[in-house]
């Protein structure tokens, strides 16, 4: 069994969504931030503003898991874990723009109690390591450091929930 765990998800986009959903579905106490009141008012009236087949039922059906909100504060103060998913767009010279990374790693100022910050957004190579040191400076040495990158097809995120594990024993 795995052990509860209280998990902050920034961005309510296509990963953050189903991250978070997913997370509950495995018995996590979730909080799902955005930016956009919009999408939060879609998700607390119990709406969901993107297309996903069985997201709205996963949702629905982990709602007692499930808190969404637009306060970056409240998200971080009962978690162990940080999912970062939010959007990283090119800028135009086609780099990607890291502000919305920087902006929440920049949110977690003070929160020590962490356990772990894991970025899932689409980003260059070094961002992990400029990552790792913005913790250490803001004394966050002891917080783990992981990058999750994210291959969700879309459209199938949630079914492949249910799909049938391959058997793993022919890879030993």
């Given at each position: ?9 920034f ?119 400029r ?42």
């Open positions: 069994m795995v052990e509860k765990r209280r998990i902050a998800v961005g309510a986009g296509y990963i953050g969504l189903v991250t978070g959903a997913c997370f509950a579905n495995l018995g996590h106490d979730v909080t799902v931030r955005d930016i956009q009141k919009e999408r939060i008012d879609v998700l607390q009236s119990g709406g969901v503003p993107i297309h996903e087949d069985g997201l709205a039922e996963l949702i629905a059906d982990n709602a007692d898991r499930l808190t969404f909100t637009l306060d970056a504060e409240a998200t971080v103060r009962d978690a162990d874990v940080v999912y970062v998913c939010v959007d990283t767009p090119p800028t135009h010279s086609g780099d990607a723009d890291l502000t919305r990374i920087w902006q929440v790693i920049e949110s977690l100022r003070g929160a020590r109690h962490l356990a772990a910050v894991v970025v899932k957004s689409t980003v260059p190579v070094g961002t992990g390591a990552v790792r040191a913005a913790l250490d400076r803001a004394g966050m040495r002891h917080v783990g450091y992981a990058s999750n990158p994210e291959f969700t097809a879309e459209g199938q995120a949630v079914s492949r929930l249910h799909a049938p594990r391959p058997n793993c024993d022919r890879y030993r």
